[in-house]
Each structure stands twice: as structure tokens, then as C-alpha cells.
Nanobody, 123 residues
């Protein structure tokens, strides 16, 4: 089992920045590719960003490319999502997810999930 706990979500004005953190415990963190998904009210959960086990490879959905940065610190068992130039359409619950070995793009491929953290961007 892998336990994931997100933090850092809050209310921010458009154009502002936030950094989300996800602390992992339970298994060898470096065995797991990590991702940040988000789900807005009435919408499906979508992948925002993903990172490989070593951190050498990353993926971003087009709508966040150039504004968000995913990173990880395997010594601290933590993955981060730095979000800059936030827009109202970034408002969502953000979930951290873990998948053993593979940096997947579909939610159903991720084995472990956090409880989510709310990000609200006001206009």
C-alpha cells in the first residue's frame, strides 16, 4: 500500500501562484511514477502532469504546459506541482496519484490516490 497526502491548495487570485505537495509513505517511493490529476465540478478527472520514477521525464496536458511544473524529491518521498499564472479554469480538486513503474496518462492506470486538495482561482 502507498498512502498519499496532498497539501497546498487554497484560494488564489488569477495570475497568482501555488505549490502543491504530495507526501507518500508505505512503499519505495522511487518505484512509482507520480501524477497530478484534477477534477472540476461537473467534469471528468483529467491528467494535469506526470513524472517518471527518476524525475527525468515529465508530461503536461496542453492547457497547463508552460505554466505548471511537476517535480519530485525521492529523498523526501514527495512530489510537487508548481502552478504559475493561474487561471479561473484551473479551479478544481487536485489529486496526487501513484503508479508502479509506468508514467501513465489514464486515471484507471494509477493504483493509489490521495484525498485531494481544493484549488480555487478567482477572477
Amino acid at each position: 500500500q502507498v498512502q498519499l497526502v496532498e497539501s497546498g491548495g487554497e484560494l488564489v487570485q488569477a495570475g497568482g501562484s501555488l505549490r502543491l505537495s504530495c507526501a507518500a509513505s508505505g512503499r519505495t517511493f522511487s518505484d512509482y511514477a507520480m501524477a497530478w490529476f484534477r477534477q472540476a465540478p461537473g467534469k471528468e478527472r483529467e491528467l494535469a502532469a506526470a513524472i517518471s520514477r527518476s524525475g527525468s521525464s515529465t508530461y503536461y496536458v496542453d492547457s497547463v504546459e508552460g505554466r505548471f511544473t511537476i517535480s519530485r524529491d525521492n529523498a523526501k518521498n514527495t512530489v510537487y506541482l508548481q502552478m504559475n499564472s493561474l487561471k479561473p479554469e484551473d479551479t478544481a480538486v487536485y489529486y496526487c496519484a501513484a503508479n508502479k513503474f509506468i508514467m501513465a496518462r489514464r486515471a484507471r492506470e494509477y493504483e493509489y490516490w490521495g484525498q485531494g486538495t481544493q484549488v480555487t482561482v478567482s477572477s
